[in-house]
């Protein structure tokens, strides 16, 4: 029987916060001792807006996503994979897991066209060097998977026409958790799941299928988690069993999700 496989979607505090990190690098740690397989996505927000902030270029959002002019994509590319990448790697192998960083790029295993943005008002919106996914060949990841090591891949590709782009992580993770036939797609993020009235954990909405997203979709549904629950849902359409969405600032819900079943966080369905 081949291993089960699960794609974490990694950001927020949990990636600024050293001793998560290592906590983090614990959990998936105890997941591959349980036998599966896990890959990992990373934004990088934070540390972008210092990158940024560093190279006096301002940063500039339009429904919740960055502007990417040539220049800012520049200083995103050094910060996501020379920075944010680097010390992931270099955090998870002191944890005993044989971590290989990766971007879109690696082997041309992601392929991307400029996006084409639609505001809430209906014009059309030039974000810049801001790509959507349009192949992923599964290839690389399937053989580090199958010889045991976890790839980290920060979500930047390359156009057939050798542009580089900056890519939302959110969507770039339900878009490979779909490629690779992942089995659970796990997104963390700086709350315990999606809040009815926030922040009364009484109101924890635990399931969601895609009607009640809908209804929810601008008023319970606002901001970043927008592009996270929209990733779910894109991956559940297109294959992956599972999707839920948990608090990277609370690490050990990881295996208490997965290894204990345990109801925690918001769970997306079909």
């Known amino acids: ?27 998936i740690f105890k ?30 959002f339009v429904d919740g996503l960055r502007v990417t002019e040539a220049k800012a994509f520049s200083e995103i ?18 944890n005993k897991i044989k971590a290989i960083g990766l971007s879109g790029k690696d082997a041309g295993m992601v392929h991307a066209k400029k996006y084409q943005h639609k505001s809430a008002g209906g014009d059309m919106v030039d974000l810049g060097l801001v790509g959507e996914i349009i192949h992923i ?9 199958e010889a045991g090591y ?3 891949v920060a979500c930047i590709a390359d156009g057939f026409d050798g542009i580089s782009y900056n890519i939302n992580a959110d969507t770039f993770a339900g878009k490979l958790a779909a490629a690779v036939n ?25 399931e969601l299928n895609e009607v009640a997203v ?12 927008i592009p996270k629950i929209q990733s779910c849902m894109l991956a559940l359409n297109e294959g992956v069993n599972k999707a839920i969405i948990l608090n990277g ?11 204990d079943n345990e109801k925690i966080g918001t769970t997306l369905t079909l």
């Open 249 to 259: 600032t609370k690490p050990e819900q990881i295996a208490k999700y997965v290894l």
């Open 77 to 94: 590319q050094k910060a996501l994979i020379g920075e944010v990448n680097a010390d992931l790697i270099s955090t998870l192998n002191q």
């Open 31 to 60: 997941l591959q001792e349980a036998g599966f397989e896990v890959i990992m996505v990373h934004g990088g927000g934070p540390f972008i807006n210092k990158a940024l902030e560093k190279a006096a270029i301002k940063s500039q």
């Open 137 to 145: 060949d599964d290839t690389l990841i399937n053989l580090l998977c």
């Open 182 to 206: 992942a089995d659970q797609l796990i997104v963390l993020t700086d709350v315990d799941g999606l809040f009815l009235n926030y922040p009364d954990p009484s109101s924890i909405i635990r």
């Open 214 to 225: 809908m209804a929810h979709m601008g008023t319970t549904i606002q901001g970043g988690m």
């Open 1 to 27: 029987m081949s291993k089960q496989r699960i794609l974490i979607k990694y950001g927020g505090n949990a990636m600024t916060n050293l001793q998560l990190q290592h906590e983090i690098a614990a959990q």
């Open 150 to 152: 976890v790839p980290v």
